[in-house]
């Protein structure tokens, strides 16, 4: 199994200790808001505070695919709370597992131009 997939599983109990338990996703447009889904992006900010205080490059990585995975959670007009309990982690670790490669990728190839 890979470094990054045994590694993940650690990771993302750790991180979404983060995470309020519930986040309500039943009004796309808050009044007074420009953002989708207002309460996402305020418990994404109040996450991403806590991640600056970490140096930790897995952890940013992490918490895009969970923002991404989250939002498109939320854009099924089905559902209207996001739930940790509820989450399918595979499917997370698939985006995560996806997007460290494209970190890497990317982190690499311009530390080799310099």
């Known amino acids: 199994m890979n470094c990054d997939s045994e590694d993940f599983y650690d990771l993302v109990y750790k991180y979404l200790d983060l995470w309020p338990s519930e986040i309500d ?3 796309i447009f808050v009044e007074g808001e420009q953002s989708p889904f207002a309460e996402l992006i305020l418990a994404h900010d ?3 505070s806590s ?3 970490i140096d ?3 952890l ?3 918490d895009w695919a ?3 995975y989250f939002n498109a959670l939320a854009r099924k007009k089905e559902i209207s709370t996001l739930s940790k309990k509820k ?4 499917d997370i670790e698939v985006i995560y597992l996806a997007d460290i490669k494209s970190w890497r990728r990317e982190h690499f190839s311009a530390r080799n131009k310099s």
């Open 25 to 27: 996703v039943s009004q």
């Open 46 to 48: 109040n996450v991403e």
């Open 56 to 58: 930790n490059y897995k």
């Open 60 to 62: 940013w990585v992490l």
């Open 87 to 90: 989450l399918n982690l595979r």
């Open 51 to 53: 991640l600056y205080k």
């Open 66 to 68: 969970v923002f991404k």
